[in-house]
């Protein structure tokens, strides 16, 4: 019973290790990705992170990101559009199409937008 045990409490650090490890890949693919991407919560619409290549191509520090919602770099005539999206969004994959944002300095910038969806931590989130 005691080997068991001992064997047992080996295999759970073991496998706790490579969780961490993927944990840290994966976090390193994100915040080093050259394409500016956030996770944002789906139902406050508040960010919970963005990448580095976000805050450098929109000039917001990361402490800025989470204190604004999504809805802070879309022009005001294109906020109803993004509840729709946003409240249409199905399955893993969704393509929203060609988008303008606001920059920090009030720049405007094009780009075309993918959603993901996931749960971490019981909560909708998207990137």
């Excluded at 005539?77 to 969004?89: P, S, T």
Aim: hydrophobic share 35%; net charge positive; glycine share 4%.
């Amino acid at each position: 019973m005691l080997i068991t045990g001992f064997i047992l409490y080996k295999l759970i650090l073991k496998n706790d290790g490579r969780l961490r490890e993927s944990e840290l890949q994966y976090r390193s693919y994100f915040e080093s990705n050259p394409t500016p991407m956030w996770i944002y919560n789906r139902r406050t619409l508040n960010y919970t992170a963005a990448n580095n290549a976000a805050i450098a191509k929109y000039g917001y520090t990361l402490d800025e990101f989470k204190n604004m919602t999504i809805l802070d770099i879309h022009p005001k005539e294109d906020v109803a559009k993004v509840h729709m999206i946003v409240k249409g969004l199905k399955g893993e994959y969704n393509s929203s199409g060609v988008w303008t944002h606001l920059k920090k300095m009030a720049h405007l910038y094009k780009l075309t937008s993918q959603h993901t969806s996931s749960y971490r931590r019981a909560k909708k989130t998207t990137l």
